[in-house]
């Protein structure tokens, strides 16, 4: 076995709440190893959205996804974070003083405690039945948006009634060529004032507003779409000539290995204690969508807050038997 790092707090996952916990931890002295499944920081922000904007982040009015994770890591940079990225954390095993992690590569990690700030655990999206839908997949069939340049003067098809769907049509719309919008119903899951923006937008034919229909095949050849087959209730069919399709159907949680390490789990969450943000485990903590209790509020701000509230908690575990004299950052300052 390799030397194991030797570390305060190992940090599972690095979207928002990771990335803040390391922050925190810092300003209480803890060093913080950061592990993450994705070759990159950020977690959905960076992978499933990186263009789209924010709106309720404390002092930015808007800012985007992608422009968050920046300032995250800019802020985390003075407490010298250790990365461990494209690598998953497969083993936690309890040992004297604290747990040792083991991730896929077969790094060992020493620590206090641990901070499970995973999201919505390793994900991927949901895939539509279609035929020979892989042979288009990362040449004109997405399922996340990098850039919105990349779809600059093309035409696209758009599947889903959520979310990711809507603002991506109504944002997208600026740079297509043409957006054809599908969905099985006229109902949408997405947030309303949005769903106004998408309509206004097909009133000037930029959007054509294709329901109810559902996607039914794929054309092309060599991984490049010509057109995008969709079906009605009555199963009546048409292509839309279409350079890309960006079918929108939500992702799906996986926990992996964290089921595995004796930490409760309930419906995909982790329950935890509000005050502390612990799990049924002493010394491990669970913070942003992931973490679950009554009248939990989903939002980036909340797992701000909780990464605080573990922080605190896991001081004296690191520091058992010592003060901690808490002082606002105005005063402390970094280093």
């Given at each position: 076995?390799?030397?194991?790092?030797?570390?305060?707090?190992?940090?599972?996952g690095?979207?928002?709440?990771?990335?803040?916990?390391?922050?925190?931890?810092?300003?209480?002295?803890?060093?913080?190893?950061?592990?993450?499944?994705?070759?990159?920081?950020?977690?959905?922000?960076?992978?499933?959205?990186?263009?789209?904007?924010?709106?309720d982040?404390?002092?930015?009015?808007?800012?985007?996804?992608?422009?968050?994770?920046?300032?995250?890591?800019?802020?985390?940079?003075?407490?010298?974070?250790?990365?461990?990225?494209?690598?998953?954390?497969?083993?936690?095993?309890?040992i004297?003083?604290?747990?040792?992690?083991?991730?896929?590569?077969?790094?060992?990690?020493?620590?206090?405690?641990?901070?499970?700030?995973a999201?919505?655990?390793?994900?991927?999206?949901?895939?539509?039945?279609?035929?020979?839908?892989?042979?288009?997949?990362?040449?004109?069939?997405?399922?996340?948006?990098?850039?919105?340049?990349?779809?600059?003067h093309?035409?696209?098809?758009?599947?889903?009634?959520?979310?990711?769907?809507?603002?991506?049509?109504?944002?997208?719309?600026?740079?297509?060529?043409?957006?054809?919008?599908?969905?099985?119903?006229?109902?949408?899951?997405?947030?309303?004032?949005?769903?106004?923006?998408?309509?206004?937008?097909?009133?000037?034919?930029?959007v054509?507003?294709?329901?109810?229909?559902?996607?039914?095949g794929?054309?092309?050849?060599?991984?490049?779409?010509?057109?995008?087959?969709?079906?009605?209730?009555?199963?009546?069919?048409?292509?839309?000539?279409?350079?890309?399709?960006?079918?929108?159907?939500?992702?799906?949680?996986?926990?992996?290995?964290?089921?595995?390490?004796?930490?409760?789990?309930?419906?995909?969450?982790?329950p935890?204690?509000?005050?502390t943000?612990?799990?049924?485990?002493?010394?491990?903590?669970?913070?942003?969508?992931?973490?679950?209790?009554?009248?939990?509020?989903?939002?980036?701000?909340?797992?701000?807050?909780?990464?605080?509230?573990?922080?605190?908690?896991?001081?004296?575990l690191?520091?058992?038997?010592?003060?901690?004299?808490?002082?606002?950052?105005?005063?402390?300052?970094?280093?």
């Amino acid at each position: 076995m390799e030397t194991p790092y030797e570390t305060d707090v190992v940090i599972i996952g690095a979207g928002p709440a990771g990335l803040f916990a390391v922050f925190e931890c810092g300003m209480l002295k803890m060093k913080c190893h950061v592990i993450d499944s994705l070759e990159h920081t950020g977690g959905q922000c960076t992978a499933l959205y990186p263009e789209k904007p924010i709106f309720d982040i404390p002092g930015f009015p808007v800012v985007d996804a992608g422009v968050l994770i920046e300032k995250l890591e800019e802020q985390a940079a003075p407490f010298a974070p250790h990365y461990h990225l494209n690598q998953q954390a497969v083993d936690v095993a309890k040992i004297d003083g604290g747990f040792r992690v083991t991730t896929s590569r077969g790094t060992h990690i020493r620590c206090k405690a641990i901070i499970i700030a995973a999201g919505a655990g390793a994900f991927g999206p949901n895939r539509p039945p279609l035929e020979n839908l892989e042979d288009y997949e990362g040449r004109s069939v997405f399922y996340m948006v990098k850039q919105r340049q990349d779809f600059a003067h093309k035409t696209l098809v758009i599947a889903g009634g959520g979310d990711s769907a809507v603002d991506w049509a109504v944002s997208l719309s600026d740079v297509a060529k043409k957006i054809y919008f599908v969905h099985r119903r006229d109902k949408f899951r997405a947030a309303p004032e949005t769903v106004d923006k998408l309509h206004n937008i097909a009133k000037t034919g930029k959007v054509e507003m294709v329901i109810p229909y559902q996607l039914h095949g794929l054309e092309g050849s060599n991984g490049h779409l010509t057109g995008v087959a969709v079906a009605d209730l009555d199963g009546k069919t048409r292509t839309l000539a279409a350079d890309v399709l960006l079918p929108f159907f939500g992702i799906t949680p996986n926990l992996g290995p964290v089921a595995d390490w004796g930490v409760a789990v309930d419906k995909h969450h982790i329950p935890v204690a509000q005050s502390t943000c612990e799990t049924n485990i002493p010394g491990i903590f669970a913070i942003g969508d992931i973490a679950a209790y009554d009248r939990k509020l989903k939002l980036i701000l909340t797992g701000f807050a909780e990464a605080a509230q573990a922080a605190h908690a896991i001081h004296p575990l690191v520091f058992p038997g010592q003060a901690l004299h808490f002082v606002y950052s105005t005063t402390k300052g970094v280093p």
